[in-house]
């Protein structure tokens, strides 16, 4: 069993939404995901999806993408991203979709892990950072360390969190993601969200002080699916 990563797969097939419109690098993006889906990962492997799944405006809308996404090889686990407005409550998402498995103040486990995560947002120091961020901010700084929380009590040792947003600001300052990670031992943070040549380089990525960062948005993937264990 191996552990997959791909995150910003922004798919649209009830709204007919094309994103080859951001650029070259997202021409037949569905299709390329598929391909390579199939090409690496088996149905005993998990794959963690951290965010903007689906440009639908409502759950009803989002069922053809969530379905095509099912239908894929592999278990899937998923946070939500700053585009998915059809994400409502956990009930109503299990009840819809039960082989998806979506984390919101909880978490999730692959083998002897513990997935936890939130969606994130902007980080104080941010050039875009604003008053509201702030509020928001410290939101989504509980929700992560509400699902740190019960993967501990629940005695799960090794832990990844997966965010949608970048866990830190373009000066790659710290921030209460990293401080959350760094106090609850997580092992890797795996985020998306950045896209385009010119932001890759604002994700943090690499070892930073036992953590490990990687970026997993589907642009800077080319389509394919990054391992992760």
């Not at 629940?154 to 970048?166: D, L, N, S, V």
């Amino acid at each position: 069993m191996a552990l997959f990563a791909i995150g910003d797969l922004h798919l649209s097939f009830a709204l007919e939404k094309p994103m080859d419109i951001f650029g070259d690098q997202w021409e037949n993006h569905t299709e390329r995901v598929k391909k390579a889906w199939l090409e690496m990962i088996k149905d005993t492997d998990t794959v963690l999806i951290p965010g903007d799944v689906s440009w639908a405006l409502t759950l009803e809308e989002a069922c053809l993408d969530l379905e095509w996404l099912n239908a894929l090889p592999g278990r899937k686990i998923l946070v939500k991203g700053n585009h998915d407005y059809w994400w409502q409550s956990i009930g109503k998402l299990k009840d819809a979709h039960p082989n998806l498995c979506f984390i919101q103040n909880s978490f999730s486990t692959f083998e002897d892990y513990a997935i936890c995560g939130t969606r994130g947002w902007l980080c104080p120091n941010d050039t875009n950072f604003t008053k509201h961020d702030q509020k928001i901010y410290e939101r989504e700084i509980l929700r992560l360390e509400l699902s740190l929380e019960q993967a501990a009590k629940e005695k799960w040792a090794k832990r990844i969190i997966m965010m949608h947003y970048p866990p830190t600001n373009e000066k790659h300052e710290v921030s209460g993601f990293i401080q959350l990670a760094e106090a609850y031992g997580v092992e890797r943070v795996i985020y998306a969200h950045l896209h385009g040549k010119n932001y890759y380089r604002a994700g943090l990525q690499g070892l930073k002080n036992g953590v490990e960062y990687h970026l997993v948005s589907c642009d800077y993937l080319q389509c394919k699916p990054f391992r992760i264990i």
